[in-house]
């Protein structure tokens, strides 16, 4: 660093005296000269004068002869294939720099004031993007030698490693790792790790990404061995013409019925409320449904919300929402991506039938301290992040308030005034690495709302997480992770308002999983995962509590829930030859529910009410009351149909033995969940799909089209009027259903360049049946009808353009199909009360929903040394406020029935935050 | 008490949301679905053994008439065989009296419409309810809330419905004191044609369930029956109002807390998704027609409660007025205007130069549906 000031000094006060440069031609023989022999020997025939650092120069052989050439032709030929520029001022004063070259003029009009504008001291700026840029295209052109040097070259050898970012030194997860010639290529997995298996011998192995620029790899396999590999991020730099990898994997993977979102991504989506919300931008792709606005519940292919499996960092997320659902559960600051597995759902996912949602946080810049946050109208949110150890230890740490009760206190309405809603949540995470071959990675989670709705009663939940997981690379082919996982949830409703009724009930669920992983590489045909898992839940379903001293109230306490549920499983990924690709896999699960328990048995042939009880049957602790056991198979399959288009199938089975009870039409966060027990059968799952994709402009735009078929079995349904919570007959209001669901899903996407996005168009139908030979346990006499979340028509729009590098703008269009609701269809008197009476459920719809919304994002500037980077976003939420129906109600209002229409962002909702990073 | 748990949750959501989104009158299309269902709303008072029965069918929505169920043969039975028949007082309202009930004996309603089906109700036994200890009013910021309590030492009640009639005294913005016998004839108005000040009665329509049965005693405190905003007519002067209560057995209850909830609340999607509610009766000739109304019996008491305007908090003593300006007559106009036209008073001094005159219900106060006549038990 010193040097190069001196040299800009040097060369500055050199300008001062403008002379003519003279043109010496010189002639000799350097062959074999260092470069200080050489220096000498030009400075000698000539009137230049070298300056130099003996540092830079000492290895330099030079191997130049020449005969009658100036001086340029001589030190060019010198310098060729070297780092080391040079210079040449009117002085005759020769400068030899690195890596760059020493600017001998002055931009024109550098002395007057008004065109001063072109900063010729940022020429000598070295940005570290320009030194990573250098490092790449070193790392690029040198060939690693994997393995120790031999000349047999028969047989396969297997490279592996970790790829990582190169500025915060993070896994960069789903890289694609090829060589071209043979076609053979890998993904990573979640810890960015990759073992590509390959005949020995010299290739050029390219690596790529979705947001990460391209790089190569010349590597000469003699045998296996190790390469870790650091990409940078695509940040695009001014003036760069930007040439997409080819991201192929929609086409060319066995996947399908999956779609990954990075951050990134997700934050170019409008927000309603001021902050990125991943359960938002996952509604936006198709077969994603949710029953209305400010729900987080998600009905994904026709299925319920709980039949999601919705993990965070593997340990399983029972509620992932604050508020209501108007905000989600994760920090968006902290987040790395989203994987949301529609089908084809690996054998190492099970326990809920519909879909997986894998939300995965970052692990921490592992080279410098950071921090980001944002400041909306609603919440706050601030995270940091660095090494504990550099390249070793790494941290996490995002917190998230909202100031929602501030606000709520200065609002004009009675109703709001009293009302309370708060909720904050902390995420960490650690990431350690031992050694090349061991790490380990501990993350943690934990939330808290709090609310009062105009009334005496507060509700308060809590949502906890905690993970461990520690991975071994047992060599190049093998390697597997070992986690334990924590999860719980529990809510809480108290009322002090009335001293004699004042109460306080408890649900509380709890699961310690463990789980240990395998993924074996045999060949560049196979990828082999294995593993075995057991959980243990933990369930209190509901415990009501008198509060105070004066209260009255009883003690009332539903038995605790304990349930085992264990899985084997092993898939294999193989490739039969380019065109043909399997997946095969199969996962065993066994589940017991066990006591301490009183268990109702109901008389043979009889309804199954309170009346009909014939028997108390007590287990002991640990007893089991009822088994359950059954194959998930999973299989999907890939066929190419060019280079740029395949065709795939797949099926699977899924079994879920847990379940949310909820009788209303969006979840809430007082619902209970049930273990499946002897007269609540464990759900089960089947669905089978087809697909065709195709890439379009090497695979700058992609476009799916999917079809499915699902039906479910043992779902839950509930009778009319049906009591959840403190019900000790819970099995008498719940009903069993069959359910079936079919849709299809067409998809077109632009994931790079000014204008990307996606539009999207669904069409898919959701039903449910009772079955049961008595009518009280049935709905709508046993027909199909409609499920809450059937919406056949789904369309949406997601675009960002970017003007440039620091103004960007979304938009955002939803249409769908009104929901189903249940109306009513006719009138009655009761004690002179006109009362209605209900069509049987689900039989009509609200109107139609439309929205649009727009956001405008504009980043401060891009200088490199700045103390923190912000931005401003400014968005509009329904932009049109249109008034689109959330529910629509009937009441009796002095004597007459009036139905009404409720619309919750009734007008367009504007929205500015606020977002830094240091 | 369960009401609080199972409910507070989404009807406040609802309200929260109503208060944040925006409501708009809605009508759904129209649906075709005939339903021609027997309804009967029956019920036994102890108090003086009188049956009481309505009879109507459903209608389609928007029908504005629900035709009575007339020439229906309707009998009260009890569990020992005896057989009390009902008479038809007006189309499709069944009473008689007299009937001496008993604690012991359970009763069932039989109906026999001219359609020749026969209805049932499920026996039920008759309740007796505990007195009402107290019905009483606290402000709150915005208006006051009014509360019943009550218990039963015996532990048996535990079920409750509460119904209510509200009276309110106000005046119109206007006292006339002079009246036109005939166009140009002014005499002062007789004191029993005053229009100055009204009693409106009205009776609630919502329903009123709370239980005690998640309490060690069988208590109701503070169970919230009626909010009245502040400025409200109610309150304009004085304000009384008669709780009936009834004790209910576990079955009724249960029906009318599910009518409750799926005609009285506000549909969110928070609520429970609503469902037919079908009551103790059965359909004896077709078992697969429904039949809507719950048949009950028990005694009903009832407890009176009055609020001044004065006693109100200060913050809470506010009246709406209406928009009324007088307006002038001159004498010798007068002749012009019959006994339609409301007088005021006259104005000018010493000598009359003509009457003052407003709009009709700035000065009778019938207008605004109560009647002039003071009712019996004011105070």
């Known amino acids: ?918 | 008490m369960m009401k609080l748990i199972r409910l507070g949750f989404p009807f406040s959501f609802a309200m929260l949301l109503m208060a944040m989104g925006c409501v708009e009158p809605y009508n759904p299309p129209v649906v075709r679905q005939e339903t021609n269902y027997l309804v009967a709303d029956a019920y036994l008072s102890t108090n003086d053994g009188t049956v009481t029965v309505s009879l109507s069918r459903t209608q389609p929505l928007y029908a504005t008439e629900i035709p009575p169920e007339s020439g229906a043969v309707v009998t009260l039975e009890d569990d020992q065989g005896a057989v009390y028949p009902l008479q038809e007082q007006r189309s499709g309202q069944y009473s008689t009296q007299g009937v001496t009930v008993s604690a012991t004996k359970k009763y069932r309603m039989h109906i026999r419409t001219s359609g020749k089906e026969d209805f049932f109700s499920e026996f039920v036994s008759v309740k007796t309810s505990p007195e009402i200890d107290n019905v009483y009013w606290l402000p709150e910021s915005d208006g006051i809330f009014i509360y019943v309590d009550t218990h039963d030492p015996s532990n048996n009640s535990r079920y409750y419905k509460w119904s209510y009639t509200e009276t309110w005294e106000y005046t119109s913005n206007f006292a006339s004191i002079v009246k036109i016998l005939e166009p140009g004839v002014i005499v002062p108005r007789p004191f029993e044609e005053y229009m100055y000040m009204c009693w409106r009665t009205v009776n609630s329509t919502g329903i009123f369930v709370g239980s005690s049965s998640k309490l060690q005693e069988d208590v109701i405190r503070q169970y919230p029956l009626i909010f009245i905003p502040k400025a409200s007519w109610k309150l304009a002067r004085k304000y009384s109002v008669l709780v009936k209560q009834q004790t209910l057995t576990e079955e009724a209850y249960n029906y009318w807390l599910q009518l409750e909830q799926t005609t009285e609340r506000l549909g969110g999607l928070f609520d429970p998704m609503p469902s037919e509610i079908t009551g103790n009766f059965y359909n004896a000739t077709d078992p697969s027609q429904p039949v809507l109304g719950f048949f009950s019996g028990g005694t009903v008491v009832e407890k009176r409660m009055f609020v001044s305007f004065i006693e109100l908090p200060r913050h809470l003593q506010e009246t709406t007025r209406d928009f009324c300006v007088a307006d002038s007559i001159k004498l010798e106009d007068i002749v012009n205007y019959g006994p339609g036209t409301l007088l005021i008073d006259s104005y000018g001094s010493p000598f009359v130069e003509g009457y003052l005159t407003s709009a009709g219900s700035c000065i009778d106060c019938r207008t605004k549906g109560g009647t002039t006549t003071k009712p019996s038990f004011w105070k």
């Not at chain 1, 905690?466 to 809510?491: D, I, R």
């Not at chain 1, 079995?713 to 819970?730: M, P, S, V, W």
């Not at chain 1, 980077?869 to 406020?881: D, I």
Request: proline share 4%.
């Open chain 1, 1 to 918: 660093m010193k040097a190069r000031y001196l040299l800009l000094l040097i060369c500055l006060s050199g300008f001062l005296v403008a002379r003519a440069q003279s043109d010496h031609r010189i002639s000799g023989d350097f062959r074999g000269m260092t470069f200080s022999q050489f220096v000498a020997a030009v400075e000698g025939q000539t009137n230049y004068r070298f300056y130099y650092k003996p540092a830079w120069t000492d290895s330099l052989s030079i191997q130049a002869q020449v005969q009658n050439k100036n001086i340029s032709a001589l030190l060019d030929e010198v310098f060729a294939g070297t780092d080391l520029n040079y210079a040449i001022d009117d002085n005759n004063t020769i400068y030899i720099t690195r890596e760059r070259k020493i600017l001998t003029q002055l931009t024109p009009g550098f002395f007057e004031e008004t065109k001063s504008v072109s900063r010729p001291a940022q020429s000598f700026d070295y940005s570290d993007y320009e030194r990573r840029e250098k490092q790449k295209k070193i790392a690029e052109a040198k060939l690693y030698n994997i393995g120790a040097r031999t000349t047999n070259l028969q047989g396969n050898a297997t490279v592996a490693g970790n790829i990582r970012n190169a500025t915060s030194g993070e896994p960069v997860i789903g890289a694609v790792v090829f060589v071209e010639n043979p076609t053979i290529g890998v993904t990573t997995d979640q810890f960015g790790y990759y073992a590509l298996t390959l005949p020995k011998g010299r290739y050029e192995v390219k690596i790529k990404s979705v947001g990460m620029k391209g790089t190569q790899r010349l590597i000469m396999l003699y045998a296996s061995g190790r390469l870790d590999i650091e990409m940078d991020e695509d940040v695009t730099p001014l003036k760069e013409v930007v040439v997409e990898s080819d991201q192929d994997l929609r086409v060319s993977g066995v996947q399908m019925g999956m779609e990954k979102l990075d951050i990134k991504t997700m934050k170019q989506i409008p927000l309603a409320l001021g902050e990125t919300d991943i359960m938002k931008v996952v509604l936006t792709l198709p077969g994603v449904q949710s029953v209305g606005e400010g729900t987080v519940g998600l009905n994904i292919r026709g299925g319920a919300a709980n039949q999601n499996l919705i993990l965070f960092n593997d340990a399983v997320v029972y509620n992932p929402s604050h508020v209501f659902g108007f905000f989600s559960t994760f920090n968006p600051d902290v987040l790395k991506n989203v994987e949301l597995y529609k089908s084809s759902i690996g054998a190492e996912y099970g326990g809920r039938l519909s879909a997986v949602l894998d939300v995965h946080s970052r692990e921490g810049n592992t080279k410098k301290f950071s921090g980001s946050g944002g400041i909306s109208p609603i919440t706050g949110r601030f995270t940091v992040e660095g090494p504990i150890i550099k390249d070793k230890t790494s941290f996490v740490l995002g917190v998230r308030s909202t100031y929602s009760n501030w606000l709520m206190r200065r609002l004009n309405t009675r109703s709001l005034r009293n009302s309370k809603a708060s909720f904050y949540d902390l995420t960490a995470q650690v990431t350690h690495k031992i050694n090349d071959n061991n790490s380990v990675y501990l993350s943690a989670y934990t939330s808290e709302d709090e609310f009062k709705l105009n009334s005496d009663t507060l509700y308060k939940y809590t949502d906890q997480n905690a993970s461990l997981k520690w991975k071994h690379v047992f060599n190049n082919k093998l390697y597997g992770v070992l986690t334990g996982s924590y999860s719980q949830y529990e809510f809480n409703i108290s009322s002090e308002r009335v001293p004699l009724n004042a109460f306080t009930m408890d649900f509380n669920i709890q699961q310690w999983s463990a789980k240990a992983d395998l993924s074996y590489f045999p060949n560049s045909k196979h990828t082999v995962n294995a593993g075995i898992n057991s959980t243990r839940y933990y369930l209190l379903p509901g415990d009501m509590k008198p509060y105070g001293t004066e209260s009255q109230i009883l003690p009332d306490k539903i038995d605790r829930e304990h349930g085992r549920e264990s899985a084997v499983y092993i898939s294999d990924q193989y490739e039969i030859n380019p065109k043909l690709s399997l997946y095969l896999g199969l996962r065993y699960s066994f589940y017991q529910y066990l006591g301490p328990r009183d268990v109702y048995v109901y008389g043979n042939g009889l309804p199954r009410e309170k009346t009909n009880i014939t028997d108390t049957v007590y287990y002991g602790s640990g007893k089991s009351i009822a088994d359950y056991s059954g194959a998930e198979p999973r299989f999907s399959l890939r066929y190419s149909l060019s280079k740029n288009a395949s065709l795939k199938l797949s099926y699977n089975r899924m079994r879920q033995y847990i379940q949310m009870l909820s009788n209303t039409t969006a979840i809430q966060p007082t619902d209970i969940w049930k273990l499946s027990d002897r007269h609540i059968r464990p759900q089960m799952g089947d669905q089978y799909s087809i697909g065709i994709y195709k890439n379009l402009k090497s695979g700058l735009i992609e476009m799916s089209l999917e079809g499915y078929y699902k039906t479910l079995q043992n779902t839950i349904d509930y009778k009319g009027g049906a009591t959840l919570l403190l019900n000790h007959y819970i099995e008498t209001d719940v009903l069993e259903a069959k359910g079936k669901a079919y849709g299809i899903e067409w998809m077109v996407k632009k994931s790079s360049g000014k204008l990307n996005g996606w539009v999207t168009y669904t069409y898919s139908r959701s039903f449910l049946k009772t079955e049961s030979a008595f009518p009280s346990e049935t709905v709508n006499k046993g027909k199909y009808y409609p499920s809450n979340f059937d919406k056949p028509h789904a369309v949406n729009f997601i675009g960002n353009y970017k003007f440039s590098r620091r103004f960007n703008f979304s938009l955002n269009l939803v249409y769908n199909t009104g929901r189903p609701i249940t109306l009513p269809i006719a009138v009655y008197n009761v004690n002179g009360t006109p009362r209605v009476l209900y069509s049987d459920r689900n039989q009509y719809r609200i109107p139609d929903y439309f929205r649009s919304d727009i956001s405008i994002n504009i980043e401060g500037n891009h200088k490199v040394r700045k103390l923190a980077h912000s931005s401003w976003t400014f968005a509009v939420y329904n932009l049109t406020g249109r008034a689109n129906a959330y529910s629509v109600f009937f009441v009796s209002q002095n004597n007459a029935i009036k139905g009404y229409k409720l619309s919750v962002f009734a007008r367009p909702i504007p929205t500015i935050t606020y977002n830094f990073k240091f």
